[in-house]
């Protein structure tokens, strides 16, 4: 079957920087994508990975390992507005997106 | 670029009624919308993908009666949920992904969601 596993929630400080990790297993691979989605609303794209490799942009960053079925989501200099969930979505040899459960962000002040 | 409205963003409607919702892209040609439904502190379960001019591909589980999808032209989707019942109350969203100046886009855009609340 298809997965993608991570974690429910993580708590971090305003200022820190925080890793969300994504592993997957698709039939097949098409691009890997993070999206935030604020309580209440839709997801918002935040970045796609095809290559292997770390993709920055602003204070956000992600990264994708092919081989290992791997991703992280690196949210930098946080800020209260980053209080949201993080969606991992993987699409695959059909070009479906298979989402994860979403991370949860907490920042304390 | 790439914005994608949803109509209405919420709605209360007694059990037993029809509701339509209209998803619409507004910069951009829309071959492709997927509906989504998202209940709460859950993740996002697609319900269906509808191609322009086509009829839609539902997910297992998701009846195509009961969930009508329309999606005539590249720049506006409908969901109509009929004969709605309580247990149909959750947030249905709708994203889009097509091209822009000949460009195909990668990812889905998502608009704002419409809560339905059935009494």
């Known amino acids: 079957g298809q997965n993608i596993d991570q974690p429910t929630e993580m708590t971090a400080t305003e200022g820190a920087i925080v890793q969300i990790n994504c592993t997957y297993q698709t039939s097949g691979f098409n691009g890997l994508f993070w999206y935030q989605q604020h309580a209440g609303e839709a997801p918002t794209f935040l970045s796609y990975n095809v290559l292997d490799g770390l993709e920055e942009k602003g204070r956000f960053s992600s990264f994708l390992s092919r081989s290992k079925g791997y991703s992280y989501l690196l949210l930098k200099e946080l800020q209260m507005k980053d209080s949201a969930s993080y969606l991992c979505a993987v699409r695959d040899s059909n070009y479906q997106l298979i989402w994860g459960a979403g991370t949860k962000l907490i920042i304390k002040p | 670029g790439a914005v994608v409205s949803q109509h209405p963003s919420w709605v209360i409607c007694k059990s037993g009624t029809s509701v339509k919702i209209e998803c619409r892209s507004l910069d951009f040609q829309a071959t492709t919308m997927f509906w989504y439904r998202q209940f709460p502190k859950q993740s996002l379960m697609l319900m269906a993908t509808s191609n322009e001019g086509s009829k839609a591909t539902y997910e297992q589980g998701v009846e195509k009666d009961k969930f009508l999808i329309n999606h005539a032209s590249l720049t506006l989707s409908t969901l109509t949920v009929t004969s709605a019942h309580p247990e149909d109350s959750s947030f249905y969203i709708c994203?889009?992904?097509?091209?822009?100046?000949?460009?195909?886009?990668?990812?889905?855009?998502f608009g704002p969601g419409t809560r339905l609340t059935v009494l």
């Open positions: 994203s889009a992904r097509g091209r822009t100046s000949g460009k195909t886009h990668n990812e889905q855009f």
